[in-house]
């Protein structure tokens, strides 16, 4: 069995054709839930878990790099985020009287994911899904990292 210094003790359950292992993270020193996919577990050797963990090291600046750039995407007319926060100031029963830092100030990490070698079709090793606890919806911000560094934003539900 394989050991990560993030997720501890890495059992993995079949899911389709790939393999998963549900564990929890610490970002912004909150837990979060953390999922890891891989497509091919044998394939998944100590190097990858070196290469897992490593990218956890990284965790609190992708963390922060996906808010900065959620917040200056607010600003701008016609972006993902401005969009996902025109739903909850408009939609969303308790929002109207919000402003745009009280949403950001709600924004909470509801799980992390992790695909390494391409899990899912994921073109990114990391996601870190956003949503608004109170009250809680199925709407979430999506923070990608295709290119290891700079965030992609989506929105999913």
Known sequence: MK???HLGSLSFCEDGDESVVDA????AQRPAPATLVVADVAAFDEAAVQRLDSVLDGLDE???SARERIAADLGEDGTTVAEYWRFFHDEVEGWQDRTPGDFLDAL???RVGIFPDGAWA???VLSIDYGIEDPETDQ???ARFPDGQTP???WES
């Open 3 to 5: 050991h990560s210094r």
């Open 24 to 27: 929890a993270v610490t970002i």
């Open 62 to 64: 992708h963390d922060t």
């Open 108 to 110: 909470v990490v509801v």
């Open 122 to 124: 994921r073109d990114s």
């Open 140 to 142: 979430l911000l999506v």
């Open 152 to 154: 992609v934003i989506s």
